[in-house]
């Protein structure tokens, strides 16, 4: 995992207790909590990129980039006597897929990122055991990645704005700890990466075009390589309400 990323929503988990701590005196009810995030956001170009790489140059034994995996921290505030929560989620996410051809020359692709997404959360349906609620929210998220053909290197990334929806339901087996079963679906595409590092002496067999230099755009075939983290993320989670 990209160790900016990890420092980024550090920072923002020690913002969030910061909050929880000065948030007491407003009544209401508080709450932390983790979950694990299974995605798989369709990243076409990088498997293009794959396939072309193998048919031109043959036998190597990268596959399509596939599941993607997604770690998250929340904060969530719920108002006093209403249905109505505020949550704040920072993430970090991970996709990859690594191989070598015949001669053993490697060929990775990488992605890795984080994203902060703020929501609101409605709970229409409760008791003592369970919540059936809804969000919505609007964040932002930046994305990583790394390409490796054989001598030819490049790192690149991108940033952009974006929404989440969902649907999930919350089951208290105690008062204070509960799980959690959600589905969402997060729009969040990067329709242009710049380069941060690139090294293309042994030249690309994958149809990149671009970029010489890093601060230039990444091409393939002489057009934007784009990255998403859109998608439905399956997500399990722990909650702990104080």
């Known amino acids: 995992m990209n160790r900016v990323c990890l420092r980024k929503v550090l920072f923002a988990i020690t913002v969030l207790f910061a909050v929880a701590s000065q948030g007491r005196s407003f009544g209401g ?6 979950a ?3 995605t798989s956001p369709s990243q076409d170009d990088f498997d293009t990129l794959i396939s072309t790489a193998n048919s031109v140059a043959g036998g190597i034994s990268t596959k399509p980039l596939g599941q993607g995996y997604e770690l998250t921290f929340q904060y969530m505030y719920e108002f006093g006597g209403t249905m109505f ?3 704040f989620r920072p993430s970090v996410f991970a996709q990859s897929s690594k ?3 015949p001669s053993g020359a490697k060929y990775n692709y990488e992605l890795s990122g984080w994203t902060f997404f703020p929501m609101f959360r409605m709970t229409p349906l409760e008791n003592s055991f369970m919540k059936f609620y809804m969000q919505i929210g609007v964040g932002y998220g930046r994305l990583t990645g790394k390409i490796r053909e054989n001598d030819s290197t490049m790192e690149f990334s991108g940033g952009n704005f974006g929404g989440i929806t969902g649907l999930g339901a919350e089951f208290c087996f105690f008062d204070d700890h509960c799980f959690n079963l959600e589905g969402n679906f997060r729009y969040l595409p990067f329709e242009r ?5 690139v090294s293309s002496a042994g030249g690309w067999s994958s149809g990149i075009t671009g970029p010489t230099q890093s601060g230039e755009e990444v091409e393939m075939n002489n057009r934007d390589l784009g990255t998403t983290l859109s998608g439905i993320l399956a997500t399990l989670g722990y909650t702990y309400y104080f």
């Open 85 to 87: 929560a505020l949550l």
């Open 36 to 38: 694990m995030i299974f």
């Open 99 to 101: 191989g070598s051809d």
């Open 29 to 34: 009810t508080h709450s932390i909590g983790g």
């Open 193 to 197: 990466n710049k380069a941060t590092a």
